[in-house]
């Protein structure tokens, strides 16, 4: 089993940064492909971008490519999320989640066993 807890995220004006960062603890880290996924007010949870385990594939919503960064240190058991661009839309709660199929990056949250607790983001225009 795995714990994970976000941290990182808060209130921003449209157009600024924000990274997200996941904390792991538990088995081992770097059996786990590692997903990020958002959850605004009535809307159902979203895939964001997830990582496997090995960096070798990475897979982006295409609502966030090339604004959004997913990168991970096995080494520390942390996974990031490097938000630029931001926009009102974007406001959500965002999830770290935890795959036990380490290559395969679905989008699809049934994959994802593990999730931590959540950070809020909000976009203000």
């Known amino acids: 089993q795995v714990q994970l807890v976000e941290s990182g995220g808060g209130l921003v004006q449209a157009g600024d940064s924000l990274r997200l960062s996941c904390a792991a603890s538990g088995r081992t880290f770097s059996g786990y492909c590692m997903g990020w996924f958002r959850q605004a007010p009535g809307e159902e949870r979203e895939f964001v971008a997830a990582i496997s385990w090995d960096d070798g594939s990475i897979n982006y919503a295409d609502s966030v490519k090339g604004r959004f960064t997913i990168s991970r240190n096995n080494a520390i058991n942390r996974v990031y999320l490097q938000m630029n661009s931001l926009s009102p839309e974007d406001t959500a709660e965002y999830f770290c989640?935890?795959?036990?199929?380490?290559?395969?990056?679905?989008?699809?949250?049934?994959?994802?066993?593990?999730w931590g607790q959540g950070t809020q983001v909000t976009v203000s225009s």
């Open positions: 989640a935890a795959s036990t199929y380490p290559l395969y990056t679905s989008s699809d949250r049934s994959y994802y066993s593990y």
